[in-house]
């Protein structure tokens, strides 16, 4: 029998390893550029996008009804808990890495590793999802000049419906967008932050217009019933139809988690980056439900199945300016979402990456912007190759499932560490994390499993085929390499 040693597939990152290389590394790493309002609108950017400018009508006129407002309640206190846990892992680890770094501290390599690939999924199919949402937006906005882009150069290979019609063969604009906007990351953090803090000015202005100005044209009666009674099935209307609705909208917050990314490049970490999350949070659940409300109330949910719902329902108010000003609002709130998405991925390849468990080519930086440009070019060409060839409900479908392993992952991540090193000096505390009923990482987890549940079961297939794909590589590249200084 051989004596030599059995790899430790759960061994832990030493959290004194940890802050001790964060802190040699300080001058020398990535450029410490953000305060807590640019990671507060940083969340707001990742945040508002395609679901409050397209998700709200899908959920009202397919699962929901005027309940839609109930759902992105649900959604938003799910993301309540678990972003207490993240504002709490990321003040007491200020690092580049996210969710991928607190599993390693708190469950072992082997974890960390599932965690940080199903983030590829979240990031990367995320930003693809939402640039063809963007593309959508930017044809019809091009369409009310009289200018119309042939189907071949405007809609993806693999949209093609069969009828006859011209073939997608690749979605120009959507692609386009997601270089642009990785250009911009190579730059650098400080240039791309200062665009999104201008442009996320923008777009929560748009938001209230379309609040306030809709206030003013709601019919109560297109709220009766709140809940429409379900058909039969279980997720069309009814409370199921709530709770469905609630896992589709999900997509629609995927944004505050990306601030946790961005730790190591903040400028006082342990204050702000709570601050990014949880205010980002609030402020887009409450800019949500009102406008879900005002959606829902100006125009019959059954009639809000299109890709520009909002747009839609500000046509019936008769007010046209303001339908040309939801669409140019969508335009900039989709490009701040697909900024910070594509920000969040790659850093966490570049945790990943600093472990050994990729490859250190994703590590390194701009010799002048200090940016992971090489890992940005990459990941930017992917995901607009992504973005060009699939429609937008395929790329969605690959998205919250991961997101929301992650997830309940890190409320895990906060009891464990809360067991194992009870006497450190956190920043920041979730509240109830007591050994005897830690309830809000506890009410996390099972919110986040709930909305799981209720998503189709080839969502679920799809989850074990990318993190088999995912193992494969780890087996393969990463447990050779690994770091565990």
Sequence with gaps: MSDAPKKNYFARKSLEVLLARHEAEAGDGLKKALGWGSLLALGIGGIIGAGIFVLTGTAAAKYAGPGVMISFLLSGLACTFVALCYAELAALMPVSGSTYTYAYVTLGELFAWVIGWNLVLEYAAGAATVAVGWAGYFTRVLKGFGLTLPPEISSAYFASSGTGDAHGLFNVPAAGIVLLLTWLLVRGTTESSKFNNVIVAIKVTVVLLVIFVGAGYVNSANWTPLVPENTGEF?????????????????????????????????????????????????????????????????????????????????????????????????????????????????????????????????????????????????????????????????????????????????????????????????????????????APALGVLSCFALMVALPLDTWLRLFIWTGIGLAIYFGYGVKHVRHD
């Design 235 to 439: 997720g069309v209307f009814g409370w199921s139809g709530v709770v469905r609705g609630a896992s589709v909208v999900f997509f629609a917050y995927i944004g505050f988690d990306s601030v946790s990314t961005a730790a190591q490049e903040a400028q006082r970490p342990q204050r702000d980056v709570p601050i990014g999350i949880l205010g980002s949070l609030v402020i887009c659940t409450v800019l949500y439900v009102a406008v879900a409300a005002v959606a829902t109330g100006v125009v019959s949910y059954k009639e809000l199945n299109v890709p520009d719902p909002i747009a839609l329902a500000m046509d019936h108010t008769g007010a046209t300016w303001i339908s040309w000003v939801v669409k140019f609002g969508a335009l900039a709130g989709l490009t701040t979402a697909i900024l910070v998405l594509l920000f969040g991925q790659t850093r966490v390849f570049y945790a990943m990456a600093h472990d050994g468990l990729l490859p250190p080519i994703f590590a390194r930086l701009h010799d002048e912007y200090r940016t992971p440009a090489i890992s940005q070019i990459m990941i930017g060409v992917i995901v607009a190759i992504a973005a060009g060839l699939f429609p937008i409900d395929l790329l969605g479908e690959m998205v919250s499932i991961g997101t929301l392993a992650a997830f309940a992952l890190v409320c895990t991540a906060v009891v464990n560490l809360r067991r194992s090193d009870p006497e450190r000096h956190r920043p920041f505390r979730a509240p109830g994390c007591a050994p005897s009923f830690p309830w």
